[in-house]
């Protein structure tokens, strides 16, 4: 079992950066890929980004260059820097974790709208 609480989420501006991060507890000696996927009203969750716990990183394309994911395996800790931030990046945004046996956990999401 893996709970995972994300913070950093809130109203910026277009063009404006915000810092994710997502703490993780229980079972995380066995943490494969870390990630963080959003879903918008009305659509689909979709991945942002993930990274291995080699530090093999992946990214949406829509995202490309403007995010950075980021782990501190000590903390148990995963972060998602999201710079030039558009309104289409307004979503509930989810950290997920994936064991090396196969389970998946997400966080409860947090709130970023870019607006005006």
């Known amino acids: 079992q893996v709970q995972l609480v994300e913070s950093g989420g809130g109203l910026v501006q277009p063009g404006e950066s915000l810092r994710l991060s997502c703490a993780a507890s229980g079972r995380v000696f066995s943490m494969y890929i870390m990630g963080w996927y959003r879903q918008a009203p009305g659509k689909q969750r979709e991945l942002v980004a993930t990274?291995?716990?080699?530090?093999?990183?992946n990214y949406a394309d829509s995202v490309k260059g403007r995010v950075t994911i980021s782990r501190d395996n000590a903390k148990n800790m995963v972060y998602l820097q999201m710079n030039s931030l558009k309104p289409e990046d307004t979503a509930v945004y989810y950290c997920?974790?994936?064991?090396?046996?196969?389970?998946?956990?997400w966080g409860q999401g947090t709130q970023v709208t870019v607006s005006s």
């Open positions: 997920n974790v994936v064991l090396r046996r196969g389970n998946e956990y």
């Open positions: 990274i291995r716990s080699d530090g093999m990183t």
